[in-house]
């Protein structure tokens, strides 16, 4: 019953994810590493703030030592970026974050990271899907915690010093230091409050936190910085002038931002300022790589500094992969994650926030000057997003019509072209477009619409809807 998404694989707490199924994909990833030779490099796991996350740790941990694997367990609950950041730099082939990321609280689930950090991909998802399938659960074997230490099988260790001095190094210390910042700061019940604090606190912002404690819970609210989620965070930043209000999903690889004036910056937002503001005010080069469903604002300001924008499917996997191969300056994807050149090779809300501090120090514009500075640069562009439950039945009927059939709902624009890569995406001479496709993390059917006028972009997105026959949009 193990099956991977887009990030990673997430289930039901006491439905699919149980100890069993744990212990199964421990003992498949054991399988992989030495067919591969590899086991001796040893694998690095890590956890977040989600029930029975750190007993999930130690029972992968088990397994990994029964069978001669050394597990460097990450002793306190930790940023699913500092588990890419150590796999990258100890040149690791596997490593596995314990978390679902911002799904609600019943799930929990595993990312895994291979060679250079990265996501792994779905040739690697398929071949641990097919050898779980060949395994007898009967006969995977685990080492007791206290023993498998004792022999030097597990180490318990805390890397989060290098993680930290590492993104110091790449951010203007003394810039954010001289400006006296204030920040809001939501780390939304998760496992950033002790590193982005401590960036923070080092820059010397004036720094003040809401929801930091630790609730498996996570306040009985998705742990994902959205314009819901983020009301009190924008509360707080307008009542007491705040530069900047920053929430971090619940493994703290996706940003949320509330700007000075109080608005919720979309993720779409974050990308295109931070862009910019490496283009324009750092004097960086590089083209820039988004998924099918992020905005192509993003165009427009690779093509006004003359350099390259592409795209992608979703998954960050394939940001990444394409990254390497452009040499792009960042990428990102309109779910909030992004990364940046000469970083891990994946998301990093916590690095993504720092920058943005910097951005707001070294020009000392805020937020909303910023982009309404951008808009007039690069014009304007509108995104409507909606998202659909649905009946097994009712995806069955979908993919046939959409995918199959490719019978697409007419729309009162001029098609250029349509892309199947990802789901469809219809793009119009109008420089508008429209995606329709499955989310990998949730049971969603996600339509997004991008126009040069809001009332086209809602028109876009309705009209697929009714065509389609989906009534029950969620929030």
Request: aromatic share 10%; charged share 25%.
């Amino acid at each position: 019953m193990i099956r991977f998404g887009t990030g990673g694989w997430r289930a039901v707490i006491g439905d699919e994810f149980t100890k069993k199924n744990i212990q199964l994909l421990a003992a498949a990833m054991s399988v992989k590493m030495k067919k591969e030779g590899v086991q001796e490099k040893g694998i690095i796991l890590g956890y977040d703030r989600r029930f029975l996350s750190k007993e999930t740790m130690r029972w992968c941990g088990e397994v990994f030592a029964a069978e001669g694997i050394t597990a460097s367990l990450i002793n306190k609950s930790s940023p699913t970026p500092l588990v890419m950041y150590y796999v990258m730099t100890h040149d690791l082939p596997y490593g596995m974050m314990i978390t679902a990321s911002h799904n609600p609280a019943i799930y929990n689930g595993i990312k895994i990271f291979t060679a250079g950090g990265r996501d792994a991909d779905r040739e690697v998802t398929d071949e641990i899907e097919g050898i779980i399938s060949s395994l007898d659960p009967g006969q995977v074997r685990s080492m007791d915690y206290e023993s498998a230490l004792g022999k030097g099988l597990i180490r318990e260790i805390y890397p989060i010093n290098a993680y930290l001095d590492h993104i110091l190094d790449k951010i203007d210390v003394k810039a954010i230091r001289d400006a006296h910042l204030r920040v809001a700061f939501d780390p939304m019940y998760g496992v950033s409050e002790v590193p982005l604090q401590t960036l923070l606190l080092t820059t010397r912002c004036d720094v003040e936190m809401i929801h930091n404690t630790h609730d498996t819970l996570f306040g009985g609210r998705m742990p994902a910085p959205t314009a819901v989620t983020m009301r009190q965070l924008s509360t707080r930043v307008m009542d007491y002038r705040y530069h900047i209000g920053i929430a971090t999903d619940g493994d703290a690889d996706r940003l949320g931002v509330i700007d000075d004036t109080g608005r919720y910056l979309h993720a779409n937002d974050i990308l295109v300022l931070l862009y910019y503001y490496l283009l324009k005010y750092k004097g960086e080069s590089g083209p820039v790589v988004r998924n099918i469903a992020t905005t192509h604002m993003l165009d427009r300001i690779a093509q006004r500094y003359g350099q390259t924008c592409y795209e992608v499917p979703v998954g960050f996997k394939y940001v990444s992969s394409k990254m390497q191969e452009t040499d792009a300056l960042i990428g990102g994807e309109s779910s909030g994650g992004l990364t940046l050149r000469g970083h891990i090779n994946g998301k990093d809300g916590i690095y993504a926030a720092m920058l943005l501090v910097e951005m707001i120090a070294v020009t000392g514009r805020k937020l909303s000057e910023m982009f309404r500075e951008i808009e007039e640069d690069c014009g304007h562009i509108y995104m409507e997003e909606r998202s659909y439950r649905f009946t097994e039945k009712k995806k069955a009927e979908l993919k046939r019509q959409l995918f199959e059939e490719k019978n697409l709902p007419e729309v009162p624009f001029v098609t250029d072209h349509v892309s199947y890569m990802d789901g469809v995406k219809v793009y119009f001479t109008n420089g508008g477009w429209i995606s329709a496709r499955f989310s990998g993390t949730e049971p969603l059917l996600r339509i997004f619409s991008e126009m040069p006028s809001p009332e086209e972009a809602k028109l876009a997105c309705t009209i697929y809807e009714e065509n389609l026959d989906i009534i029950q949009e969620i929030t």
